[in-house]
């Protein structure tokens, strides 16, 4: 008899299982962060990490990644006690930092994207 199993048993209730699909994997396109990293690296004032992590998200982000070629950023928002808790929470926030370093990363992926350079210097 499994957990679920046990305590219906001992508290008087049903339960049913009902099992649907989740958004699919995100998957960057290798030769799109070929293109892509080094030269944001070489522009983008802070710090770009792109060690591997596999985490679970729930992104609808995914649905793109199979027919298009993408490349799923993040951008870092905890610094000195800020931005450390989950968000959709009341706790929530971010550190006044981020959105400078996100407004940068924004414009030289435009940049990038429409030029082939990114040149934060030129900005």
């Not at 046990?6 to 799109?32: Q, V």
């Not at 030269?39 to 060690?51: E, R, V, Y």
């Amino acid at each position: 008899m499994g957990l679920v199993d046990g305590l219906s048993k001992t508290y008087g209730l049903t339960y049913h299982w009902d099992l649907r699909n989740g958004s699919p994997p995100t998957i960057n396109n290798p030769s799109l962060f070929d293109q892509t990293v080094r030269p944001l690296a070489a522009a983008f004032p802070g710090t770009i990490d792109t060690s591997p992590y596999k985490g679970m998200y729930s992104e609808d982000f995914a649905y793109y990644t199979p027919r298009y070629q993408a490349l799923y950023f993040s951008l870092g928002i905890a610094k000195d006690g800020l931005g450390q808790a989950g968000v959709h929470t009341e706790e929530f926030t971010i550190h006044p930092d981020a959105f400078r370093y996100g407004l940068i990363l924004m414009s030289l992926l435009a940049d990038l994207g429409t030029t082939g350079h990114a040149d934060w210097a030129s900005q």
